[in-house]
C-alpha cells in the first residue's frame, strides 16, 4: 500500500467511492495538523421567531433561546453572532432585494438583467476548489422561482444564494438522487444498482490492510454510506416517475407542484438527505464547500409535522407565534443535525467539525416588517483550531462600520487561507471573531 493517501478512492463500473481518512494507510505528504478547511452555508429565508432567538455567556455556562435549543449538545463548539447586517441591501426593497447580494455584498440590479456579484462560498471554491474532485455542492430543498416580484428584481434573487459570477447564480440541486450519484460518481446503466455491491470485493481487500481501528472506521463509513444509500433509493424512484409525467404532459418537471415533481413529499427527509450527502461530501474530501438552502426566500414550503397550516413565508408575517418559531428551530435544527455528523466522525486528534466552519443564516430578523438591519447567524467549528467557539457576540452597537456581514466573511476566509484586500462592501476583518 506505499504511495496511497490516507485518502484513497474504491473504483467499481460506473462509480468511485471516496474515502474518509484512514491512519494507517501511507500518506503523501500529509500531516494530522494539515488536514483540510471546509466551509458550508446554511439559508432559511424570511427570518425568524426573535422572542427566542438568543444566546448569553459562553463555555459551558451559555444559554441559548428556545429556537436555539438544538445546538445545546454542541453548544462548546458554536458561536452565536448578533448584530450583523448586509448594509447594501438595506433600503432596497423587500425579499429579492434583501437576498439577492447576502453573501456578496455587492448592489443588485434591478429589471430583465440580474447582476449581483461573486459570493464568498464560491471565491472559497475557486481557490479551494483544484485540491478535491468537485469545487463546491450547492443543494437547495426547494425549487426556484421564476419571473419578477414586484419591487422589479428577478425573483432569481430570492432562489439562490450561491453566485459564481455577477450575472449568474450556481444552479441549485434539489433532487437528493442527483446528488448522491454527483458525490460518487454514479453513472450509467447501473446507476440504480448499489455502489456498495461494486466496490464490495475492493472494500473487503482494503479492510484486511488496514488497522483494527481503521476498520471500524471504515466499517461505520459503509454502514451510513449504505443508510443514505437506502434512502436515495426511494427518492430516485420517485423522481424517475416524475420525469415519466411530465414527459407524458408535455411540461417542465420543475413546473409542477410537490410531490408530483419528485420531490420528498416530507421535508424532513429531503433536509436531512441533503445534509448526510455534505457530511459525506466533507468526510471524504470530496468537496470542501458547500451550500444548502433549506427554504429559499418567499418560501412555499408547508410543515404539517410541526402543526402550522399556513406555508413558511406567509407564517413569517406572524414571525412571533409559536407556529413560526417552530418553522425557525426546525431548519437551525438542520445545523445541529450537520454539525453532529460532522463531531462523529473522527479526524486526527478532533473531527471532521473541528475542521470545518458551518453557518447558519437568514436574509431578515424580523418577517412581519421585513427588518434586515440585523440577521440571525450562527456558525458551528473550529477551522482546526483557528477559530474560537463556544461564545455568543454581539456587534449590534459596535457602529454600521463594524457589524458587515462582508467582515464576517472576510475573517472565515482568512482562516481558510484565502486573503483578500476586500470584500463586498468591506475592508476589515470582523473584530473579535
Known amino acids: 500500500m506505499s504511495g496511497i493517501s490516507r485518502r484513497t478512492v474504491l473504483r467499481g463500473v460506473g462509480v468511485a467511492m471516496a474515502l474518509p481518512w484512514l491512519e494507517s494507510l501511507p500518506a503523501l505528504g500529509q500531516t494530522s495538523s494539515t488536514f483540510p478547511k471546509r466551509f458550508a452555508v446554511l439559508f432559511m429565508g424570511n427570518g425568524i421567531n426573535g422572542n427566542h432567538w438568543w444566546a448569553k455567556g459562553s463555555g459551558p455556562e451559555m444559554k441559548l433561546g428556545r429556537s436555539l435549543a438544538p445546538l445545546e449538545p454542541l453548544k462548546s463548539k458554536i458561536n452565536v453572532i448578533n448584530g450583523l447586517f ?91 438522487s442527483l446528488a448522491f450519484d454527483s458525490l460518487f460518481e454514479n453513472r450509467g446503466s447501473l446507476r440504480c444498482q448499489s455502489i456498495l455491491d461494486r466496490v464490495k470485493e475492493r472494500a473487503e481487500s482494503l479492510s484486511r490492510s488496514v488497522s483494527s481501528t481503521d476498520k471500524m472506521k471504515l466499517d461505520e463509513y459503509l454502514t451510513s454510506v449504505r443508510e443514505v444509500e437506502t434512502r436515495i433509493e426511494r427518492m430516485r424512484e420517485a423522481k424517475d416517475k416524475a420525469d415519466d409525467v411530465a414527459r407524458h404532459k408535455g411540461r417542465p418537471v420543475f413546473t409542477m407542484e410537490r410531490p408530483q415533481n419528485g420531490l420528498p413529499e416530507d421535508l424532513r427527509e429531503h433536509t436531512r ?90 436574509n431578515m430578523w424580523a418577517g412581519w416588517k421585513h427588518d434586515n438591519m440585523k440577521v440571525p447567524v450562527v456558525t458551528a467549528g473550529g477551522l482546526g483550531g483557528a477559530l474560537e467557539t463556544g461564545r455568543s457576540l454581539d456587534y449590534l452597537y459596535a457602529g454600521d462600520d ?27 476583518r470582523l473584530d473579535g471573531f
Open 402 to 428: 463594524n457589524r458587515k456581514l462582508c467582515s464576517l466573511y472576510l475573517s472565515i476566509m482568512d482562516k481558510m487561507g484565502v486573503t483578500l484586500d476586500h470584500f463586498g462592501d468591506a475592508q476589515t
Open 86 to 176: 448586509n448594509k447594501p441591501a438595506v433600503g432596497m426593497g423587500i425579499h429579492p432585494g434583501q437576498t439577492g447580494n447576502l453573501l456578496s455584498g455587492v448592489p443588485i440590479q434591478k429589471g430583465p438583467i440580474v447582476r449581483s456579484g461573486i459570493t464568498m462560498d464560491q471565491v472559497l471554491a475557486n481557490r479551494l476548489g483544484q485540491e478535491t474532485p468537485q469545487a463546491s455542492l450547492v443543494l437547495a430543498c426547494e425549487q426556484p422561482m421564476t419571473g419578477y416580484h414586484e419591487t422589479n428584481f428577478s425573483m432569481a434573487y430570492s432562489s439562490h444564494i450561491s453566485w459564481q459570477s455577477a450575472d449568474s447564480p450556481v444552479p441549485n440541486e434539489v433532487y437528493p
Open 273 to 362: 438527505l441533503m445534509c448526510d450527502i455534505i457530511a459525506l461530501a466533507f468526510q471524504t474530501d470530496k468537496t470542501r464547500v458547500a451550500s444548502l438552502l433549506l427554504a429559499r426566500d418567499l418560501s412555499s414550503l408547508y410543515y404539517p409535522f410541526l402543526d402550522v397550516r399556513d406555508g413558511h413565508h406567509s407564517a413569517s408575517h406572524d414571525d412571533l407565534s409559536d407556529g413560526y418559531e417552530r418553522i425557525s428551530r426546525f431548519h437551525l435544527s438542520q445545523l445541529a443535525y450537520l454539525a453532529g455528523r460532522l463531531d462523529a466522525m473522527p479526524e486526527g486528534d478532533g473531527t471532521v467539525l473541528d475542521n470545518s466552519c458551518l453557518m447558519w443564516l437568514s
